[in-house]
């Protein structure tokens, strides 16, 4: 255990810092960034529809109820890598990325009764590019080019969620979080000049967003065969600082407000077609925020849904196939997103999922892995359009948690 522990801070830690790589999806620069799904690589690769997915090895899942089924402490970290190519107009851009790690620990405090700790990022955005900028008032004899304006953006809000999943009887298990809601969003522009007769300027902008939230979730097996789950997550109040900061400081300035992220819903099922084939399904909803703050998109923000679909083919144990061993995920989801570019049309996100896993050699524990393919927004209807590829991969390890026995010689 004490060896997978440090091999997983290791990566933990080396792919925080690969965080800072440029490049992000066009469509997160403004507002508060791309939203983030619960869930690991198992649920990725399924399509995002793995709400009513009970599942035995990770402690990160779409649906907090189903940690009651958890027998030993685990540990679940999953990452992702996105590479996007952007297409607009004429221009085009490729977009490489790690996001921040999501993390969970759950501890069984007694059979059925499971505590839950973590990390993870509901929105994030992030870009670094240079533009042309406008030089005005410039005398007609001046020779001077125009300037440069380098741009600027980081932002994640994250929650630390701390859980409590009770398993009721063998058919309902039910399962509530309190969080602890933080992040920030900072943008900056540098208009840099060729001349030396001009100074270079700077304008920077911080958001930093607080507050707490609540969330509950049940799974229920009316048939052994069939499951189905439901999950809310509560809205959201945040307080918000900004400050704003330029290159003379005599026009410094800081404000306060509120930002409501309104809750959210989802429901799904999971229907055995027969002992190892399973087909999955989830649809996920939250109404349209306010613009306080982003009076860019006043009118332009709408309700977003998640349409999903996944058909898994599970492991056989006793066959002696090595193919028959491997778990084999397929699924398909349409998340349509809050932002509308321009006013009206909303910005969608189409992706085929395929992915697998495996139990880790030598200890409890498994390693799964999920590809995405899709797009992001729509040339025709948008404007710009991004082609997506992303990388998934879970893993979760797990020992008893009892205390231990030392012999004294």
């Known amino acids: 255990m004490k060896r997978y522990i440090r091999v997983i801070l290791f990566l933990y830690i080396t792919v925080s810092f690969s965080a800072a790589a440029k490049g992000q999806s066009i469509f997160s620069l403004n507002y508060i960034g791309e939203h983030r799904f619960r869930g690991g690589a198992r649920s990725t690769a399924l399509g995002l529809s793995a709400l009513a997915v009970p599942d035995s090895n990770m402690a990160i899942t779409m649906n907090m109820a189903t940690l009651s089924a958890l027998s030993r402490m685990t540990l679940s970290v999953t990452e992702r890598l996105h590479m996007g190519y952007v297409a607009y107009r004429d221009e085009e851009s490729h977009q490489n990325r790690f996001s921040f790690p999501s993390a969970v620990v759950a501890a069984p405090l007694m ?221 398909y989801y349409e998340d349509i997103w809050h932002m509308e570019i321009p006013s009206g049309e909303p910005v969608k996100s189409r992706f085929f999922t395929v992915g697998s896993g495996f139990g880790i050699p030598g200890g409890e524990g498994a390693l799964d892995y999920a590809f995405e393919f899709g797009k992001i927004g729509s040339t025709e209807n948008n404007g710009i359009e991004e082609t997506v590829l992303r990388f998934s991969v879970s893993m979760g390890i797990s020992e008893a948690w009892k205390r231990r026995i030392i012999e004294k010689h």
């Open 111 to 331: 059979e059925g009764l499971v505590f839950s700790i973590g990390y993870r990022t509901r929105f994030e955005g992030r870009a670094d590019f240079s533009l042309p900028g406008e030089l005005i008032g410039k005398p007609g004899y001046s020779s001077a080019s125009p300037p440069i304006e380098e741009y600027e953006l980081d932002s994640s809000l994250y929650s630390v969620p701390f859980g409590l999943s009770w398993r009721i009887n063998d058919k309902i298990s039910i399962g509530g979080e309190f969080q602890f809601e933080r992040g920030s969003i900072r943008d900056g522009v540098t208009i840099v000049f060729d001349n030396y007769d001009y100074g270079v300027s700077y304008s920077e902008r911080k958001r930093i967003f607080s507050g707490t939230s609540w969330a509950f979730s049940f799974l229920a097996r009316p048939h052994p065969r069939f499951f189905i789950a439901g999950v809310v997550d509560g809205q959201v109040d945040y307080s918000v600082n900004e400050y704003i900061k330029q290159s003379r400081s005599e026009f410094n300035s800081s404000d306060s407000w509120g930002f409501t992220l309104p809750a959210s819903y989802s429901i799904g099922v999971a229907a055995g077609l027969s002992e190892r084939w399973w087909f999955t399904s989830a649809f996920w909803q939250r109404n349209a925020p306010d613009a306080a703050g982003f009076s860019v998109f006043e009118g332009a923000l709408g309700t977003e849904r998640l349409f999903a679909i996944g058909l898994e083919r599970r492991i056989n144990k006793e066959s002696n196939s090595r193919l028959s061993r491997i778990p084999l995920r397929i699924g």
